[in-house]
Nanobody
């Protein structure tokens, strides 16, 4: 069973940058579309960024102009480049993707989350 492995979270000072990765455990897996969301303590989960099958991207208002979502088909990986980080960006970040496994079956996968902490 293919899984998503998230990495890149950590502690960063306000104004700093981080890049999150979301990699399929099977290199054959083909990402069609995907998204990053986040959940801060005591708050509801919110959409951060989304990429469609055609490569079109949309961003939440809170991160517009600071975050960039991309994907690398060859590496079966989706990225979230986060710049100009603010303390309010502190949250657990989750990725989810829709893609095709090695049997060409369309599956929806979720990562387990990676913690991003931005200090002031």
């Amino acid at each position: 069973q293919v899984q998503l492995v998230e990495s890149g979270g950590g502690l960063v000072h306000s104004g700093g940058s981080l890049t999150l990765s979301c990699a399929a455990s099977d290199s054959i897996f083909s990402i069609s579309s995907g998204a990053w969301s986040r959940q801060a303590p005591g708050k509801e989960r919110e959409m951060v960024a989304r990429i469609g099958s055609g490569g079109d991207t949309t961003y939440g208002d809170a991160v517009m102009g600071r975050f960039t979502l991309s994907r690398d088909h060859a590496k079966s990986t989706m990225y979230l480049q986060m710049n100009s980080l603010k303390p309010e960006d502190t949250a657990v970040y989750f990725c989810d993707v829709l893609g095709y496994d090695r049997r060409s079956v369309l599956v929806n996968l979720w990562g387990n989350g990676t913690l991003v902490t931005v200090s002031s």
